[in-house]
């Protein structure tokens, strides 16, 4: 999500208020245009797009602007992904009806982070606003973890692991007592490869508990977050304690390049919000109690 940046120029000059200022100085233009002529008329157009150039030239530079314009654009990739992320999760559960209580907590997950951008914006308890869009990010990894399960289900739905076993146990009794004629190289070969189907669906099933504790342990402690933010005198600095709670509350690294890896693999094209974190070790805690020590 921080690969690409928004073109400050162009949000100046497709601002809305910028837009009412240019319909503006039409409007303008047309009326003195009837009295006065077209030179006149002119006036207001020209001195628009004037305008235009020295904001498009000093405006995009504040420190300000950047952070509304790059504030928004991160909003609407979030969104991107939210959207993405959901539409493929109803796609891989077909016509069966996705699990309610799953829904409830990303429902409740989704609610809180809402809450704290609202205390965010008004300044109440010295929140800052991109502490709480990492939480937001939190959210979306909720998403992609119900969407990796999903998508693990249906690897395991195509593989019968008891036949594969009994492939496997026919080939070494081929190979241990061959009749003649029999191609070993090829017998060896197709040995091997059943053996690596089952260690990739061993592999699958360790990776999946991971991912369920995972997507159980989130909530409750991004709740916790909550909770511990809400509850913080309104004096208080928060912004360090938040920062710590949020690199820890993240996937470790291992089960989020996993993720990451296995989601790009079924679901090509996928916005992942994970990716942009990778490198980063993070473990899951409780930042409540955290608070309470302190």
Do not use: C
């Not at 965010?120 to 308890?125: K, L, M, R």
């Not at 990776?207 to 933010?229: C, G, H, K, N, V």
């Amino acid at each position: 999500m921080e690969a690409a940046k928004p073109s400050y120029v162009r949000e100046v000059l497709t601002s809305q208020t910028n837009l009412y200022a240019g319909l503006g100085s039409l409007a303008l233009g047309v009326v003195l245009s009837i009295p006065f002529g077209f030179g006149i008329g002119a006036l207001p157009l020209i001195a628009f797009a004037a305008g235009d150039i020295l904001a498009a030239l000093h405006i995009p530079s504040l420190p300000t602007f950047r952070d509304k314009v790059d504030r928004r654009w991160r909003a609407r990739s979030r969104q991107a992904s939210r959207e993405q992320l959901m539409h493929e999760i109803q796609k891989r559960a077909g016509k069966r009806a996705l699990p309610a209580a799953t829904l409830r907590t990303y429902q409740r997950m989704y609610e809180r982070v809402q809450s704290l951008y609202q205390r965010a914006e008004t300044g109440h308890g010295r929140l800052a606003y991109r502490d709480v869009e990492q939480l937001d990010d939190v959210s979306l990894e909720y998403l992609a973890l119900w969407l990796a399960l999903l998508v693990m289900d249906d690897r395991a739905e195509s593989v019968n692991l008891r036949e594969v076993e009994t492939q496997v146990a026919a080939l070494e009794r081929e190979l241990a007592a061959p009749r003649p004629g029999t191609d070993l190289r090829q017998l060896q070969k197709a040995r091997a490869d059943y053996l690596a189907v089952i260690e990739r669906h061993n592999r699958m099933l360790s990776r999946r508990r991971a991912l369920e504790a995972a997507m159980l342990s989130m909530p409750d402690q991004l709740d916790e977050i909550y909770q511990t933010i809400m509850t913080l005198p309104v004096s208080e600095e928060v912004g360090t304690r938040l920062e710590e709670a949020i690199g820890k509350l993240r996937l470790q690294e291992d089960i989020e390049a996993d993720l990451a890896s296995d989601l790009a693999e079924a679901v090509p094209g996928v916005a992942m919000p994970t990716a942009a974190a990778v490198g980063r070790q993070r473990r899951l805690v409780a930042v409540g109690s955290s608070g309470r020590a302190g």
